[in-house]
């Protein structure tokens, strides 16, 4: 008996996404063309997101602050979220994007340096480090409820 048509395409769809995210996990991640090229539903997009909440915390905290500022396309690095809160400022950039042209993270510890290619991390061990203290709250079968079949 063949499974009926929404399981042959829920699985194509899985199948499709599986592939999708193996492609994308070899890329370049240091160029930043996963904030902008790769697709936000996709694990190796929310893997980098996650990483970078882990540098905002960390910048944070260098600066005594205890809220993270939201570089998504909407709140443009003008609303700060609570420590508590840091998985809206994760579920603001895999549902909105990043801002335009934020490349360098002049409000999460970064340093713009004579040209647009120099970046100057404030701390280079806590850029390496995520410390997955970061709840995924992200709910990707909604995000796929809206894909169209």
């Known amino acids: 008996m063949a499974a009926p048509p929404a399981t042959r395409q829920f699985w194509l769809l899985m199948t499709l996404i599986s592939l999708l995210e193996n492609s994308f996990s070899v890329l370049d991640i240091e160029s930043r063309e996963w904030m902008y090229h790769w697709p936000r539903f996709l694990s190796p997009y929310r893997n980098e997101v996650s990483k970078f909440i882990g540098i905002a915390k960390a910048h944070a905290e260098k600066n005594n602050m205890r809220k993270i500022i939201c570089p998504c396309a909407d709140c443009k690095?003008?609303?700060?979220?609570?420590?508590?809160?840091?998985?809206?400022?994760?579920?603001?950039?895999?549902?909105?994007?990043?801002?335009?042209?934020?490349?360098?993270?002049?409000?999460?510890?970064?340093?713009?340096?004579?040209?647009?290619?120099?970046?100057?991390?404030?701390?280079?061990?806590?850029?390496?480090?995520?410390?997955?203290?970061?709840?995924?709250?992200?709910?990707?079968?909604?995000?796929?409820?809206?894909?169209?079949?």
């Open 77 to 149: 690095n003008e609303i700060a979220w609570d420590f508590d809160d840091a998985f809206k400022v994760k579920e603001h950039l895999v549902t909105r994007g990043f801002m335009d042209k934020y490349e360098i993270w002049t409000r999460h510890g970064e340093e713009q340096v004579d040209g647009p290619e120099n970046v100057v991390p404030t701390q280079v061990e806590d850029m390496m480090h995520d410390d997955g203290s970061v709840e995924d709250k992200i709910d990707l079968e909604e995000i796929l409820r809206h894909v169209e079949p």
